[in-house]
């Protein structure tokens, strides 16, 4: 990489992430407004009674008795200025109410992400250098089945084995409650709430790059350069290292890539199932209730994350391939 | 043994449950947290800024009301020790229970029951914003007694003062402010046994014993955790390990219950919803043809098995239904039924309604919204489309969300769709509210079907400002026979919700309000 081309490089990238988050804030805040119902209905809906005065209170304190084109400029002003909004309905800063659960969720994608992608490239490396003994053939069938497996079935089962017959791991919660833990038993608890969740949602990424590293080291393995480096009698454990390994991690770092853009998001599903306080739900739970500042709160902290992770991913291209370039 | 004696003479109005436990064998222990859940996590917890389910059950620890309910809605005392109303039936006198303190020290008046009732719930609840209207004066004539003089007589007015309804909130925190948005929102101050500890959004909430509560002794329980679990499944199981020791309302699905009955370590308890009475019903609008017709309601309510829905769908978990009033709720008529299930009958109406089969068998297409709130709604609606098709009429059914559903529901922009009501145990609190005329407006929960009919309004009037039972009685009892005459809504089922604990825990349901009482007397056995 030449280093001289990045400051204009990174410079024309973050102009054009700007437009882009930009473009994004504006469709989101349509999509929202599309759905139908708002919050002071659905406030309505869950109280059990209601008038019309009380609809009316809700919508002006709300802000939604401005017409639409005034909120959007309202919300967009806000953006601008990184206000991400308050939440009438749940009377507190969005930014706050997103604070609150990112911690969670990151430590939930994050631990799931480093999972698949060590486990995962592990698996890959043992099963292409053993290709067609017994150990390839387990690899790549666990892999296929996780691959083809629903992610909340894996969950339910997780939860049947671990949590019901064996009663090792707790089935929901990200800590006991009410023990008053602190320090290491702290951590520990929380690990042992981690597990399974974790388990869940990486098996599946697990599985992808199991198979994305197996297939691509294939490929490379009978490639020119590497016969060359055999013939030159390198080690056959730095031969998959330095020469195997590092030209097929192109298509994981791809990969890998996607997935990092999705470590802010969450997931409803496995946060739903494990009672995960995550950002997944948070965002589930605005959409239902037509909260929109927390909703579109959430769709613009990812659209940056995802954003950010897109320019660090070529990046790191240009940093494992050589003969790639920031242009 | 001498602590429990004193708890036992100084705390009178706990007297009763006290009595039970120890006819049971076995007597209050002191200590010990009770792990239960919450669904779904509610935005804000301060009652009457928020009245959705869940936030009534937490914040009916934290806060009290003057009075509470007995499983016959006879009043109980509470924050008020007793109360006298006028041979004319206007003006109430409450005399407060003294020593009573908020959470933040200072004591509980006369001025912040006034305050509540006055200021605070009626600007911020609808409902109490209608009744408490009817309140021409209110004085405090010393410290601990409140007098609220009604510009006409309300039989019914006890029956709001219930800590879900009417909770005693601090002035203090409030007076001057926007309710919506005071500090004491986001941190609740009540009277009740339990404070506002400590609440991780998405994870749980946490209260813990209130050490002034004016009941010498109680509560018994340290601290109460309410986990929010957002999976049906994963809360059965957490009742089923014992990480959870009580579910209440909507946590369990009725189809789930059957499996908890077998446990030996859960009790399922299924009274405690007399307060609210709830009532379901296929909600029709009159406004499309041919549902504006009677013979054709009639004829739709005859092709509904109730006994099956109660007993298939909802696993026994409930009534079904006999009228538009609840059998839970004062001034049901026994004596008044609804038309059985009869296939043939309701075949009959419709061909004398003018609505002849076409080739297909089919009468007329109509659409049913099914209510969102949990996957038992989905399975009702297939029932019904099954019943439905038994007399020609083809039901198609739309799934929505919460938030579609409201605002569909109170745009009249639906064919049929199944809301249920709370009837808070009398039916000018709960039931007039869907029928009368005067309250059709684009609003949920309002007479929204549109139905109308003169006669059925005067009597509900009649009934609403009558000052003696009998008389309310008789007006109630003959608008039940036009609404069932006029089949106004498809009436099917009385529902009750499963209240499932460990029965390591003790007196959960003890009045008409069951898990929305405040739990002062609730304790756990070692």
Not at chain 1, 153 to 159: E, F, P
Not at chain 2, 16 to 23: D, F, S
Not at chain 2, 251 to 268: C, G, K
Request: charged content about 20%; some cysteine.
């Amino acid at each position: 990489m030449e280093l001289g081309k990045l400051p204009g490089f990174l410079a024309r990238r973050l102009v054009k992430a700007v437009l882009v988050v930009l473009a994004i804030v504006v469709c989101n805040f349509f999509l929202v407004h599309a759905a139908p119902g708002d919050p002071a209905s659905v406030m309505a809906g869950q109280a059990g009674a209601a008038d019309p005065l009380f609809l009316e209170q809700l919508r002006r304190q709300f802000g939604l008795d401005q017409p639409m084109h005034v909120q959007l400029w309202i919300y967009v002003r806000s953006v601008l200025s990184l206000d991400l909004g308050f939440s009438h309905r749940q009377q507190m800063g969005v930014a706050a109410l997103i604070a609150e659960r990112l911690p969670a969720t990151l430590l939930l994608t994050g631990a799931a992400f480093a999972f698949a992608v060590v486990g995962g490239v592990t698996l890959g490396a043992l099963a292409a250098q053993r290709v067609g003994r017994w150990a390839d053939s387990l690899i790549t069938v666990l892999a296929l089945t996780f691959y083809a497996t629903p992610l909340f079935w894996v969950g339910l089962m997780l939860v049947l084995v671990f949590s019901v017959w064996l009663e090792w791991l707790p089935s929901f919660g990200m800590n006991s409650v009410g023990l008053g833990l602190t320090g290491l038993a702290h951590v520990l608890d929380v690990a042992k709430h981690l597990l399974l969740p974790a388990l869940t949602l990486g098996l599946f990424y697990l599985a992808v790059y199991a198979r994305l590293t197996r297939a691509t080291m294939l490929e490379v393995q009978d490639q020119d350069f590497v016969r060359t480096a055999r013939a030159k009698g390198v080690p056959e454990g730095r031969i998959t290292r330095a020469h195997v390994l590092r030209n097929a991690l192109l298509p994981v770092i791809t990969f890998a890539g996607i997935q990092a853009g999705q470590l802010v998001g969450g997931s409803i599903l496995v946060e739903t199932v494990f009672a995960w306080p995550g950002i997944g739900r948070l965002a589930f739970e605005a959409l239902l209730a037509r909260d929109y500042p927390v909703l579109l709160g959430v769709f613009f902290c990812t659209s940056v994350i995802v954003v950010l992770f897109n320019l660090a991913t070529d990046l790191l291209y240009a940093l494992v391939d050589p003969r790639v370039e920031v242009a | 043994m001498t602590i429990r004696r004193r708890t036992m003479l100084a705390a009178a109005p706990a007297l009763t449950t006290l009595a039970e436990a120890r006819a049971q064998g076995v007597a209050p222990r002191r200590g010990g947290t009770l792990i239960t859940m919450l669904t779904p996590e509610p935005p804000v917890l301060q009652i009457g800024v928020n009245n959705q389910g869940p936030t009534l059950v937490i914040a009916t620890k934290m806060f009290q009301g003057l009075l509470s309910f007995s499983p016959t809605l006879e009043p109980l005392p509470v924050l008020a020790k007793s109360w006298t109303i006028s041979p004319d039936g206007r003006v109430y006198t409450f005399r407060l229970q003294e020593n009573v303190k908020f959470h933040d020290g200072r004591p509980m008046t006369a001025d912040d029951v006034i305050f509540s009732i006055t200021k605070f719930h009626p600007e911020v609840a609808p409902r109490a914003r209608a009744i408490f209207a009817l309140i021409d004066n209110a004085a405090a004539p010393d410290a601990h007694t409140v007098v609220f003089t009604l510009k006409q007589a309300f039989e019914p007015f006890l029956l709001m003062f219930d800590g879900s309804a009417a909770a005693i909130v601090p002035k203090h925190l409030f007076d001057g402010l926007d309710y919506r948005t005071a500090p004491a929102v986001q941190r609740p101050v009540g009277t009740g046994p339990f404070r506002f500890a400590e609440w991780q959004r998405g994870n749980f909430v946490k209260l813990d014993r209130f050490e002034d509560y004016w009941k010498p002794g109680q509560p018994y329980l340290d601290s109460i955790i309410y986990r929010v679990v957002p999976d049906s499944q994963s809360r059965r199981l957490a009742l089923e390990t014992g990480q959870a020791q009580l579910s209440q309302a909507n946590d369990i699905e009725p189809f789930d219950v059957p499996a908890l009955r077998s446990r030996p370590n859960l009790e399922v308890a299924l009274n405690g919803w007399e307060y609210f009475s709830p009532l379901a019903w296929i909600e029709l609008n009159h406004r499309v043809a041919p549902l504006g017709d009677p013979r054709v309601r009639q004829a739709l309510s005859m092709a509904v098995d109730r006994n099956f829905i109660v007993q298939r769908l909802w696993f026994g978990i409930g009534r079904p239904a006999t009228g538009p009033i609840a059998s839970s709720s004062r001034f049901h008529d026994r004596n008044q039924r609804l038309p059985g299930f009869d296939a043939r009958a309701a075949n009959a109406l419709l061909d004398a309604a003018g609505l002849r089969p076409n080739a297909q068998g089919v009468r007329f297409t109509i659409k049913h919204l099914v209510l969102p709130y949990s996957e038992i709604w989905s399975r009702l609606g297939e029932y019904l489309r099954q019943a439905f098709r038994q007399v020609g009429v083809t039901l198609e059914l739309e799934s929505t969300d919460a938030g579609s559903w409201a605002r569909r529901v109170g745009n009249w922009e639906y064919d049929t769709t199944i809301n249920f009501l709370y009837q808070f145990g009398d039916p000018t609190l709960g039931v007039e509210r869907s029928y009368v005329t005067s309250n059709i407006q684009r609003v949920t929960f309002t007479n929204t079907g549109g139905y109308s009919n003169p006669r059925v309004d005067a009597l509900f009037a009649a009934a609403r400002s009558a000052s003696v039972a009998a008389e309310r009685q008789a007006a109630f009892s003959d608008v039940t026979k036009l609404l069932i005459d006029d089949m106004a809504q498809i009436w099917l089922m009385e529902m009750s919700f499963p209240t499932i604990h460990d029965r390591r825990l003790r007196n959960v349901v003890t009045t008409g309000l069951g898990v929305h009482s405040s739990f002062d007397d609730v304790f756990l056995t070692s």
